[in-house]
């Protein structure tokens, strides 16, 4: 329940546009009414997935583990889909999506299976798992286990991160990501010293190439930000430094006022949670 001094409101913005005519033209907000905290829960996830759309799949996938095991080696696509999606076969080991499980399986087509990954994603090298793998009395989980490509490099469904939409709506190039940025920045009020934006991020759905393209793109946008930076509030792009996984690595981007609370390098110190590039401040530095 919210405190009974709190008042709230619902208002439909759409991300891509200039927030200014959307809050005050249509009376969705008072006249140049600015604001302590704008927070976009899980705006810079890009959850989105080209590969349950793509015409086109990869001919081979490697299963490996730090055990060897019957289900280890490369395995080769069929020539039919399962279910909808791709399927690959080695010996007598299938790999294929399971849909009343929700989950990508190594099936013996003898019976049983071998090992399975929960998560609706369109391939399984993108399956985040951990994969559950039996080892002759129970499925346990082995951090280990991993479905990767065969050959290293982009996979046939890859996109641009242009062409990528993250769950605010936004694309995920930098120009995109900067507007955005910008557009949050606009109406955060100066005149409150520890105001900030958060765009948050939760994870990035894609093969270590194509994440790795997109966090570029966002560390590419909060450099221009502070490069163009105008106003009282600067860009610092998060990381998680205790995650291992390349997909979770990214926590979004913070605009913060320099020596703020919510200025990350004077909450974090020199801990790599926090990464930015350099801006011009005289009490701060980066």
């Known amino acids: 329940h919210l405190p009974g001094w709190l008042d709230h409101r619902f208002v439909a913005l759409d991300n891509t546009r200039d927030f200014h005519p959307q809050l005050y033209s249509s009376s969705q907000c008072q006249e140049d009414q600015l604001f302590d905290v704008v927070l976009l829960r899980q705006g810079l996830c890009f959850c989105d997935d080209p590969s349950k759309t793509s015409p086109t799949w990869p001919c081979q996938v490697v299963v490996s583990r730090t055990q060897d095991s019957t289900v280890c080696g490369t ?47 369109g391939h399984p090298v993108l399956a985040r798992g951990p994969w559950a793998v039996w080892d002759g009395q129970a499925h346990v989980n082995d951090p280990s286990f991993v479905v990767s490509l065969a050959q290293p490099g982009s996979p046939p469904w890859h996109r641009a991160p242009n062409e990528r939409v993250c769950c605010c ?90 020596g703020s609370r919510a200025d990350p390098f004077t909450a974090y110190g020199t801990t790599p949670y926090a990464r930015t590039v350099p801006f011009a401040h005289a009490a701060t530095a980066v």
């Open 75 to 121: 395995y080769s696509l069929e020539p039919y889909l399962c279910e909808g999606r791709p399927s690959y076969r080695k010996g007598q080991c299938q790999l294929r999506w399971v849909h009343q499980r929700t989950e990508w399986a190594v099936l013996d087509i003898g019976g049983g299976t071998w090992a399975c990954a929960r998560g609706d994603v």
């Open 169 to 258: 709506g936004v694309g995920g190039d930098s120009l995109s990501v900067l507007y955005l940025l910008q557009r949050v920045a606009a109406v955060l009020d100066t005149r409150q010293p520890h105001s900030f934006g958060l765009l948050h991020g939760a994870w990035t759905n894609g093969t270590k190439v194509e994440v790795d393209q997109l966090h570029f793109q966002i560390e590419e946008a909060a450099r221009q930000f502070n490069e163009q930076r105008r106003g009282a509030h600067a860009a610092a792009v998060l990381w998680r430094s205790a995650a291992q996984e390349y997909w979770l690595q990214c926590d979004g981007i913070v605009l913060f006022q320099p």
